[in-house]
C-alpha cells in the first residue's frame, strides 16, 4: 500500500476549526490527538444502529451463506412455507 502524502499550510479559525480537502465535504472523519499539537484525521463510515448487528463477524457469515445458498436455489425449490423454513434450518 503506497500512501501519498501532500502537506496543507492553514490557519485554525477562532473556534478552533480547520478546512480539509473538499472532497470531505459532509462526511464523517475521526480526529485522533496523537500529542501536543499533532492530530491524525481519518475519514470513517458510520453505521446505523439498526444495521449494526449485519456488521458482526458471526452475522456476517451467516448472511453470505445464505446469500450463496439463494444463488444456488432454482426459483422451483422453494414450494411452499415449510420448504423455507427447511432452507432456513441449513443456512445456520
Given at each position: ?12 479559525g ?8 473538499s ?6 472523519v ?13 475519514e ?49
Amino acid at each position: 500500500m503506497r500512501v501519498q502524502s501532500k502537506q496543507k499550510l492553514g490557519v485554525v479559525g477562532q473556534r478552533g476549526q480547520i478546512t480539509l480537502d473538499s472532497k470531505l465535504a459532509g462526511r464523517s472523519v475521526r480526529i485522533t490527538k496523537i500529542d501536543s499539537g499533532r492530530y491524525f484525521v481519518e475519514e470513517i463510515s458510520l453505521v446505523p444502529a439498526s444495521e449494526a448487528w449485519a456488521h458482526n463477524s458471526k452475522n456476517k457469515k451467516i448472511i453470505a451463506k445464505g446469500i450463496d445458498s439463494l444463488k444456488k436455489l432454482s426459483k422451483k425449490s422453494l414450494k411452499n412455507a415449510s420448504d423455507l423454513e427447511a432452507f432456513m434450518k441449513n443456512v445456520r
